[in-house]
Nanobody, 116 residues
Framework: QVQLVESGGGLVQAGGSLRLSCEASGSVFTIIPMAWYRQAPGKQRELVATITAQGVTNYTDSVKGRFTISRDNAKNTMYLQMNSLKPEDTAVYYC??????????WGQGTQVTVSS
């Protein structure tokens, strides 16, 4: 089993930056493709960015050019650098293992609030 713990959320003004971290337990992290999702109040959870075990990345259109997903396999940690934040980025952000069930694990989430 893989446990995921997110951190780094908070309150920031529009135009500001935050860096989220997702620390994973276990030695298999290095071979697991990972993702960041987010869920805003009253909305469905949406995929924000993905990263393969080799570091290939992909982003949803609304965050391209502003967010950067990365990973440090030596630290079992994935990151999401968020720049030029907008109020519409306000959501709970979750990290996720991109694996089929029952290996699709979720973190507990970290709140990001962007004030206008």
């Amino acid at each position: 089993q893989v446990q995921l713990v997110e951190s780094g959320g908070g309150l920031v003004q529009a135009g500001g930056s935050l860096r989220l971290s997702c620390e994973a337990s276990g030695s298999v992290f290095t071979i697991i493709p990972m993702a960041w999702y987010r869920q805003a109040p009253g909305k469905q959870r949406e995929l924000v960015a993905t990263i393969t075990a080799q570091g290939v990345t992909n982003y949803t259109d609304s965050v391209k050019g502003r967010f950067t997903i990365s990973r440090d396999n030596a630290k079992n940690t994935m990151y999401l650098q968020m720049n030029s934040l907008k109020p519409e980025d306000t959501a709970v952000y979750y990290c996720h293992t991109l694996l089929p069930r029952p290996y699709d694990y979720w973190g507990q989430g970290t709140q990001v609030t962007v004030s206008s």
